[in-house]
């Protein structure tokens, strides 16, 4: 059923604006289930909905199981989509609006409503099927949304921030649900988000996207701590970027968690330090670099200390400066 | 619930407010004889519908006034559809004057639109007949329809429209299933004033016409000769149109 994602070269530019992506290249394997991250603006909504036909690409090629889509009209690729907001029909019932894709592929009525009855067991809304949506609150909403895109039976499942209207406690039940319900059917899924906690959480890999390009994807781990550019490790985190003598054309990143307070050769004078409740921010001052850190609140200096701390060479990561990672720090 | 004592006073009030001309019209319409200094009439009867059916011919006038108003309203909606489309989403770039352009003719009277139509019309050949009529009335209902249609075609719409194409619907599917039903309250309040705007043409119908009678064609010579039969069919003239704006209600309970 499920099916590989090959995107290359993927220009979409609207007339008369700069161009939103420019040259996309992203590969998912058939079943793996993979997370597109990226901060505002970067084109993460408008590559999903250029996979699912509802923007016009410039140039390139989207594959699915290796047939391109680019001339394809979005109702009849065989993908499934589920936006920010649930975007559920007023007029109809939950029940109804989990069958409109078997509606529209003409199955009758009984079928239809066995079918989608079973959706909605799946996403745990079963004693919903009557009701209203009028009356859902945002996360039984989004699990209509769910089950509705589940019930198309789709080679390819987009979400695009499913969590961002929600709650904590809710966010966390429908993180743990779309990852049950994708692995139960190993379906092939692409998931955007801005948050990199739950871009971590979701993705078996995770792209990031800046400027309308990917520029690394890989398994989180490697993400997170050895990432290919400075944006990326800006973006996952990896805040500390050091340029040293002794490391002429490279960039040194360590995340704030990794830096040792308390021991070592360096000294640095506390900048700042910010109580966050289950740690303690320092922004520390090391011979004119700014180094960020995060302690326990218990062993946490105060600002004006003069402290020792040492950067664990196990935790540093090298990154190399390539002439495109340049070019992308100047327009910065 | 309860009822604030300003409420209690306030809905009979403005129901007998407008209930009043209407029971005069009913009164007028019933009363076979109706004396001067008389607050009642004197005795009552079915006089002015007997005369008004017989002698003004209100059954084939609200035949016309029907069917001229139904074909009016429907082409009006489907004619109106697409343009009401373009201007609600604002997709044009000189939306504000083409929106213009489409209400001029509202500042046109109506007597002076028909009569440039019907120099037009006899040369189509569309002169003196029920097509022709329906025509020239599309001239006022068109504008009115697509003002109220495109209220309806919000960004709201065009993002279920949107989701209802990833979920596999085509373009026909999708008017079906997901854009009438979203728009069904403007639909309804669009025929409604469309219908009733046809209903209650009386310049373009008399110049184009011919003499093809519709309701207020055959109701104002009565105004001043016989007012019984006026109010009579004044009362077939509003029946229809009460019945449209409860059906136009109906329609109107859906959320979105």
């Given at each position: 059923m499920s099916a590989e994602l090959r995107i290359e070269g993927l220009v979409v530019a609207p007339p008369g604006t700069t161009p939103v992506l420019r040259g996309v290249e992203l590969a998912v394997p058939a079943g793996e289930r993979a997370v597109l991250a990226g901060p505002s603006g970067a084109g993460k909504t408008t590559l999903l909905r250029a996979i699912a036909g509802l923007e016009d690409p410039a140039a390139g090629t989207i594959a699915l199981g290796g047939s391109d889509q680019t001339g394809v009209p979005a109702h009849r690729r065989r993908m499934a989509m589920v936006f920010q907001d649930p975007r559920l029909l007023p007029h109809a019932s939950v029940l109804d609006n989990i069958a409109l894709p078997l509606r529209a592929a003409g199955v009758k009525r009984a079928e239809r409503r066995r079918l989608a009855g079973e959706q909605l067991e799946e996403v745990g809304m079963a004693a919903f099927a009557e009701?209203?949506?009028?009356?859902?609150?945002?996360?039984?909403?989004?699990?209509?949304?769910?089950?509705?895109?589940?019930?198309?039976?789709?080679?390819?499942?987009l979400l695009d921030e499913p969590l961002a209207a929600l709650d904590p406690r809710r966010r966390e039940a429908l993180r743990r649900l779309i990852a049950e319900l994708q692995e139960r059917r190993s379906l092939?899924?692409?998931?955007?988000?801005?948050?990199?906690?739950?871009?971590?959480?979701?993705?078996?890999?995770?792209?990031?996207?800046?400027?309308?390009?990917i520029v690394q994807h890989d398994d989180p781990r490697t993400i997170f701590e050895r990432p290919a550019t400075r944006a990326v490790a800006r973006f996952f985190g990896a805040s500390n970027l050091l340029e040293l003598p002794e490391h002429p054309g490279r960039v040194l990143a360590i995340r704030p968690e990794h830096v040792a307070i308390g021991s070592g050769t360096l000294r640095a004078t506390v900048l700042e330090s910010v109580y966050r409740g289950t740690q303690v921010a320092l922004a520390l001052d090391w011979q004119g670099r700014r180094i960020e850190a995060l302690i326990d609140p218990a062993d946490a200096p105060a600002a004006g200390a003069t402290i020792a701390f040492e950067l664990p060479a196990e935790r540093l990561w090298a990154i190399p400066q390539t002439a495109d990672e340049r070019d992308l720090e100047l327009r910065e | 619930?309860?009822?604030?004592?300003?409420?209690?006073?306030?809905?009979?009030?403005?129901?007998?407010?407008?209930?009043?001309?209407?029971?005069?019209?009913?009164?007028?319409?019933?009363?076979?004889?109706?004396?001067?200094?008389?607050?009642l009439p004197d005795e009552l009867g079915w006089r002015g519908f007997e005369l008004a059916f017989e002698r003004a011919g209100a059954g084939e006038a609200l035949l016309n006034s029907v069917v001229i108003g139904l074909l009016a309203t429907?082409?009006?909606?489907?004619?109106?559809?697409p343009a009401a489309r373009v201007l609600g989403q604002r997709l044009l770039p000189r939306n504000g004057l083409i929106f213009l352009l489409l209400a001029l003719p509202l500042l046109m009277p109506p007597y002076l639109a028909g009569f440039g139509l019907t120099e037009w019309f006899i040369r189509l050949g569309l002169d003196d007949s029920l097509a022709g009529i329906v025509l020239a009335h599309l001239t006022f209902v068109l504008p009115y329809a697509i003002v109220i249609l495109l209220s309806g075609f919000t960004a709201r719409v065009d993002e279920l429209e949107e989701m209802a194409r990833v979920a596999g619907a085509g373009w026909l599917a999708r008017l079906r299933l997901v854009t009438v039903p979203?728009?069904?309250?403007?639909?309804?309040?669009?025929?409604?004033l469309a219908f009733l705007v046809s209903w209650s043409q009386y310049g373009?119908?008399?110049?184009?016409?011919?003499?093809?009678?519709t309701l207020p064609i055959v109701m104002l010579p009565f105004v001043r000769t016989d007012p019984q039969v006026a109010a009579a069919l004044a009362l077939v003239f509003l029946a229809p149109c009460l019945l449209a704006l409860a059906l136009a209600a109906r329609a109107q309970r859906s959320p979105l």
């Amino acid at each position: 059923m499920s099916a590989e994602l090959r995107i290359e070269g993927l220009v979409v530019a609207p007339p008369g604006t700069t161009p939103v992506l420019r040259g996309v290249e992203l590969a998912v394997p058939a079943g793996e289930r993979a997370v597109l991250a990226g901060p505002s603006g970067a084109g993460k909504t408008t590559l999903l909905r250029a996979i699912a036909g509802l923007e016009d690409p410039a140039a390139g090629t989207i594959a699915l199981g290796g047939s391109d889509q680019t001339g394809v009209p979005a109702h009849r690729r065989r993908m499934a989509m589920v936006f920010q907001d649930p975007r559920l029909l007023p007029h109809a019932s939950v029940l109804d609006n989990i069958a409109l894709p078997l509606r529209a592929a003409g199955v009758k009525r009984a079928e239809r409503r066995r079918l989608a009855g079973e959706q909605l067991e799946e996403v745990g809304m079963a004693a919903f099927a009557e009701r209203r949506v009028a009356g859902l609150s945002g996360g039984e909403a989004q699990r209509v949304a769910l089950a509705r895109a589940l019930c198309a039976e789709p080679e390819l499942l987009l979400l695009d921030e499913p969590l961002a209207a929600l709650d904590p406690r809710r966010r966390e039940a429908l993180r743990r649900l779309i990852a049950e319900l994708q692995e139960r059917r190993s379906l092939t899924c692409l998931i955007v988000t801005h948050d990199r906690a739950e871009a971590a959480e979701l993705g078996q890999s995770l792209a990031l996207m800046i400027e309308g390009r990917i520029v690394q994807h890989d398994d989180p781990r490697t993400i997170f701590e050895r990432p290919a550019t400075r944006a990326v490790a800006r973006f996952f985190g990896a805040s500390n970027l050091l340029e040293l003598p002794e490391h002429p054309g490279r960039v040194l990143a360590i995340r704030p968690e990794h830096v040792a307070i308390g021991s070592g050769t360096l000294r640095a004078t506390v900048l700042e330090s910010v109580y966050r409740g289950t740690q303690v921010a320092l922004a520390l001052d090391w011979q004119g670099r700014r180094i960020e850190a995060l302690i326990d609140p218990a062993d946490a200096p105060a600002a004006g200390a003069t402290i020792a701390f040492e950067l664990p060479a196990e935790r540093l990561w090298a990154i190399p400066q390539t002439a495109d990672e340049r070019d992308l720090e100047l327009r910065e | 619930m309860s009822r604030s004592p300003a409420k209690r006073v306030a809905a009979p009030l403005a129901v007998a407010l407008l209930a009043l001309p209407l029971t005069v019209l009913v009164a007028q319409a019933f009363a076979d004889v109706w004396r001067a200094p008389g607050v009642l009439p004197d005795e009552l009867g079915w006089r002015g519908f007997e005369l008004a059916f017989e002698r003004a011919g209100a059954g084939e006038a609200l035949l016309n006034s029907v069917v001229i108003g139904l074909l009016a309203t429907a082409l009006a909606l489907v004619v109106g559809w697409p343009a009401a489309r373009v201007l609600g989403q604002r997709l044009l770039p000189r939306n504000g004057l083409i929106f213009l352009l489409l209400a001029l003719p509202l500042l046109m009277p109506p007597y002076l639109a028909g009569f440039g139509l019907t120099e037009w019309f006899i040369r189509l050949g569309l002169d003196d007949s029920l097509a022709g009529i329906v025509l020239a009335h599309l001239t006022f209902v068109l504008p009115y329809a697509i003002v109220i249609l495109l209220s309806g075609f919000t960004a709201r719409v065009d993002e279920l429209e949107e989701m209802a194409r990833v979920a596999g619907a085509g373009w026909l599917a999708r008017l079906r299933l997901v854009t009438v039903p979203s728009l069904r309250p403007t639909i309804a309040a669009a025929a409604l004033l469309a219908f009733l705007v046809s209903w209650s043409q009386y310049g373009t119908t008399l110049a184009v016409g011919a003499g093809r009678p519709t309701l207020p064609i055959v109701m104002l010579p009565f105004v001043r000769t016989d007012p019984q039969v006026a109010a009579a069919l004044a009362l077939v003239f509003l029946a229809p149109c009460l019945l449209a704006l409860a059906l136009a209600a109906r329609a109107q309970r859906s959320p979105l």
